[in-house]
C-alpha cells in the first residue's frame, strides 16, 4: 500500500507564508516526481507547480516568484514554500506523487487528501 499526505496547511494573513509537505509512504522504492494542485470552491483543479526525483522544477505563471517546490528523496517528501501569499491562494492544496512501488512496472500516481491554505485579506 502506499500513503501520500499532505500537511502544513492552515490560516494565514496576505503575505503571510505556509511551507506544505507532500510525504509518500508505504510499499515504495522511490519518487519520481511530484505536483502540486489547488482547487478553489466552484473551480478547477489547477496544477501550480511539480518537481522531479532529479531537482527539475516547473511552476505555473501565477506562483513564480512566490513558491518554491524542494524534494527530498531520502525522505520521501516534497515541501512547497509560499510567500507573499494573497487571498486568491485560498483553496485546497494537494499533492499527486508519482512513485515506484514494489512488484510493479513503471510508476503509479497517488493523490493525497488536500490540505486547506485559507489567505486573509
Known amino acids: 500500500q502506499v500513503h501520500v499526505v499532505e500537511s502544513g496547511g492552515g490560516l494565514v494573513q496576505a503575505g503571510g507564508s505556509l511551507r506544505l509537505s507532500c510525504a509518500a509512504s508505504?510499499?515504495?522504492?522511490?519518487?519520481?516526481?511530484v505536483d502540486w494542485y489547488r482547487q478553489a470552491p466552484g473551480k478547477q483543479r489547477d496544477m501550480i507547480a511539480s518537481i522531479t526525483s532529479g531537482g527539475s522544477t516547473n511552476y505555473a505563471d501565477f506562483v513564480k516568484g512566490r513558491f518554491t517546490i524542494s524534494i527530498d528523496n531520502s525522505k520521501n517528501t516534497v515541501s512547497l514554500q509560499m510567500n507573499s501569499l494573497k487571498p486568491e491562494d485560498t483553496a485546497v492544496y494537494y499533492c499527486n506523487a508519482l512513485v515506484r512501488t514494489r512488484g510493479v512496472v513503471g510508476v503509479v500516481g497517488y493523490w493525497g487528501q488536500g490540505t486547506q491554505v485559507t489567505v486573509s485579506s
Open positions: 508505504g510499499t515504495i522504492l522511490g519518487i519520481n516526481a
